[in-house]
Nanobody
């Protein structure tokens, strides 16, 4: 079982990035998948989640209107389109899977599978 993030990098303020989360060893349509991020010295926070059973999406207030989570069940992949990036978006971004009907806002420790993360840096 594995989750692998990709798509991070260095971008200027106002720019865009698209992160990908590729799953192997399990099928994402049986799970909800969340995107978390962790900035230096800060706790890991969940910023977006998609419940693949019905396509419901959830967002933190800090990214609502700028980030879009989506999934491709056929490819067992989940994406995070990030637009209008700000310096405070700089962090390591992780995807994680959880099998819960109410997945939004649950503690990170309850998520079964994690990727290793991808760095996003937004320069002023």
């Amino acid at each position: 079982v594995q989750l692998v993030e990709s798509g991070g990098g260095l971008v200027q303020v106002g720019g865009s990035l698209r992160l990908s989360c590729a799953a192997s060893g399990f099928e994402v349509d049986d799970y909800a998948v969340g995107w978390f991020r962790q900035a230096p010295g800060k706790e890991r926070e969940e910023i977006a989640c998609i419940r693949n059973s019905d396509g419901s999406r959830f967002y933190a207030d800090s990214v609502k209107g700028r980030f879009t989570i989506s999934s491709d069940i056929a490819l067992d992949a989940v994406y995070l389109q990030m637009d209008n990036l700000k310096p405070e978006d700089t962090a390591v971004y992780y995807c994680a899977a959880i099998n819960d009907p109410l997945p939004w806002g649950l503690p990170a420790a309850l998520h079964y599978y994690w990727g290793r993360g991808t760095q996003v840096t937004v320069s002023p």
